[in-house]
């Protein structure tokens, strides 16, 4: 029973330590969104931080502040929503689709 309980251990060691390297390697990774067919370009990392935001001239016009804004809300969100599911999908491959609340 022991020789069980420290086989368990030792695999779930290892896969904390592949979980911890796969988190490090999202956090690097990007994905990008565009609104506006493009005059609006977001990007965000696998830490769903905002690395990158991109407004052509185009999209600026100041008796239209509103279009602006929502045309960075929606790339933005699309963004951090591909984010999220990269990270997922990424992690769904190493716990092999295991709901595992709190580890990302």
Avoid at 41 to 67: K, S, Y
Avoid at 81 to 101: A, D, F, I, Y
Wanted: a negative charge; proline letters at 3%.
């Amino acid at each position: 029973m022991m020789g069980n309980m420290n086989k368990m251990l030792k695999q779930v060691q290892k896969m904390q330590a592949e979980m911890m390297r796969l988190q490090e390697e999202l956090g690097n990774r990007t994905v990008e969104a565009t609104a506006g067919g493009g005059v609006v370009r977001a990007v965000v990392n696998g830490r769903q931080e905002l690395v990158a935001l991109e407004i052509r001239p185009e999209a600026v016009d100041p008796e239209d502040v509103e279009m602006l804004t929502e045309l960075v809300l929606t790339a933005v969100n699309s963004a951090l929503n591909q984010s999220r599911e990269m990270v997922t999908r990424e992690m769904g491959k190493l716990t092999g689709g295991l709901n595992l609340p709190g580890l990302f």
